[in-house]
């Protein structure tokens, strides 16, 4: 069991926590070695018995890290054997090889063997979440002898919680210079691109190794304090996608990193309170883009029209806020309700009108140039493939310009083009396509029950629109109420709903986004140790149903299902309403 350690924010793999030393630490953390009390490898004693002694003496410090003794070899072999775990009072520490087998006991912090070694991005991707992926939740993972200021971002990205500072330590003591731009001999530099206080002495008195290690700490602790921000402002990726460009190994880290989906996934929250900047290519394997996209494949259940109408995105988000949205639907008129709106966008492929506003449709910006590459191409084209395998229509409307024309029509997408655009002559087209396409089409159901139903699904899964819509239910501003008026949902700001107790019970046969707890009633927040078990799809962020002998509620998931369940630590579900059963 973990006591020392407890993860209080998470963007990704990334995390903010809280370890008890002497005091409390806030991590990432650069640790000192003043903070660890370490045995040392097994082989340095002549038998395992006086390695335990050994150990027994230095548990005894409290305050710090007790590392017992633990089989040291090189990155590439396997170790023999493994050490247990040695118990002590205080927060304790089991060094893991990347290549050994099993899962490690339960430990406050788990030290990554030859860490310093892992210098190939497919060692490093592999071992990091090899190892983050069999130890648990609560347990911080420390990589020694490995950050800098320039790979810091990735580290903790990949979901490291501590490093030290002996890697750029030793390199200023060799004549090495560090920045989060990249590293130098110092000797190859006209000038110092530094103005702290150790540079600005080594321009006086000239360079000096101890200074430059001093300077080189100094920009590791700096580059933390960055990290740390963008992880509370849930933007590190945006962050790490940006820093990674220092150098290729770095970048080839991220791409091989994007392809451990489930990792990631797993680990993502479904919101963020911050925008997506997809400024680059990788940007097309975020978990968020490529979620929203399974989401509206796969869960989404389109209004069940004989017209589909394909529009452009826009700058502005929510994209019917926009003018160019605005001004599709005053030429649309009355035929709108007929219409299944589309929107095709880069990175995210395609968003149904009755999604605009989940994250992250109406929050993510990108370059735009008017140009479609071939990556952007094939992603959109397959991605509406799909949709309309799943969703037949009897006619399609292509109101679009540009390539975005181009590209659909020569995908083969059998549609009237309308040439796009917000030009009066382009949305009289548009006005008179419409109105011929619909004119013996059947009405839609009115948007806000749409949406409803859309949101339901999207969140819960295929089928909850159906459920939680069941009778006779109405809209009333932005809840939704059965035919007595009891409140079922409301939407919320961030385009997620808030199930109320009876909109809950709805939702309880399909089964999903499921807390299970302890006979107990709450009188807060749910935490990990109350949990018995939670559905595995349940992510941070997620609207979920807690279900105990004695109590029934509604919140929000702080942690992912397979978190809460194997967590001792830590908020499991914010409650927003919950009852005595």
């Known amino acids: 069991m973990t006591r020392f350690f407890e993860v209080t924010g998470r963007d990704g793999p990334a995390r903010i926590g809280r370890l008890r030393l002497k005091e409390t630490v806030e991590t990432p953390a650069i640790i000192s070695k003043d903070a660890i009390v370490s045995v040392g490898p097994i082989w340095a004693f002549s038998s395992i018995e006086e390695a335990l002694k050994a150990s027994a003496s230095l548990s005894e410090e409290g305050g710090r890290i007790f590392i017992g003794p633990h089989v040291a070899v090189p990155l590439s072999i396997e170790p023999p054997f493994t050490v247990p775990l040695i118990p002590t009072d205080g927060p304790s520490g089991i060094v893991v090889h990347p290549l050994a087998e099993g899962r490690p006991p339960a430990s406050d912090i788990c030290v990554i063997e030859a860490a310093g070694s892992l210098r190939n991005p497919r060692e490093l991707v592999g071992a990091i979440t090899k190892i983050r992926g069999e130890t648990p939740p609560d347990s911080a993972l420390y990589a020694p002898a490995l950050a800098t200021p320039s790979n810091l971002a990735l580290l903790i990205y990949l979901g490291v919680d501590l490093v030290d500072g002996a890697r750029v330590e030793v390199d200023g003591l060799l004549g090495i210079y560090h920045l989060r731009d990249g590293v130098w001999p110092v000797e190859e530099l ?49 962050y790490v996608e940006r820093q990674v460009r220092v150098t290729p190994e770095q970048t080839t880290a991220l791409r091989l990193l994007d392809q451990e989906h489930e990792y990631l996934e797993r680990r993502t929250p ?45 700058a502005r988000k929510p994209y019917s806020t926009s003018r160019s949205h605005r001004l599709f639907a005053m030429a649309l008129g009355g035929t709108r309700r007929k219409l299944a709106e589309l929107i095709l966008t880069s990175p995210l492929a395609l968003v149904p009108r009755e999604l605009e506003e989940v994250y992250p449709a109406a929050s993510y910006d990108v370059p735009v140039t008017g140009r479609w590459d071939l990556e952007e191409r094939d992603w959109i084209t397959s991605c509406l493939d799909r949709y309309l395998e799943r969703n037949p229509y009897q006619r399609i409307i292509a109101h679009l310009n540009g390539e975005l024309w181009e590209m659909v029509e020569e995908h083969g997408i059998d549609a009237v083009y309308t040439g796009g655009g917000t030009g009066g002559d382009a949305l009289k087209e548009l006005k008179e396509a419409a109105a011929e396409a619909t004119r013996d089409a059947k009405v839609l159901p009115g948007y806000s029950i749409r949406r409803f139903s859309a949101l339901a699904d999207y969140h819960f899964g295929r089928g909850a629109g159906g459920a939680l819509l069941a009778g006779d239910v109405k809209v009333k501003g932005r809840e939704l109420q059965s035919d007595d008026m009891t409140a079922l949902a409301a939407l919320t700001p961030n385009g997620t709903i808030a199930l109320s107790l009876e909109g809950a019970r709805r939702l309880l046969p399909l089964g999903g986004y499921i807390v299970e707890i302890g006979d107990f009633l709450p009188r807060g927040d749910v935490l990990a140790p109350g949990v018995v078990g939670a559905d595995d799809q349940i992510r941070p962020g997620d609207e979920v149903m807690v279900r105990g002998e004695a109590a029934f509620g509604v919140g929000r998931a702080r942690m992912s299902g397979w978190e809460m369940v194997e967590s001792t630590r830590g908020i499991a579900v914010e409650l927003r309403h919950v009852e005595k059963v």
């Open 190 to 238: 006209k000038e110092l691109p530094c103005r702290c206080g150790f540079c600005r002495a080594m321009e006086r008195y000239g360079a000096d190794s101890n200074l430059i290690a001093e300077h080189n700490l100094l920009k590791l602790e700096e580059e933390l304090f960055v990290v740390r921000q963008m992880i509370r402002t849930g933007t590190i990726r945006e």
């Open 270 to 314: 479904v919101s963020r309170r911050s925008a997506i900047y997809a400024n680059c290519a990788e940007s097309l394997q975020r978990v968020e883009v490529t979620r929203f996209a399974r989401r509206v494949l796969e869960r989404y259940r389109a209004p069940e029209g004989d017209v589909l109408l394909l529009l452009p995105c826009s």
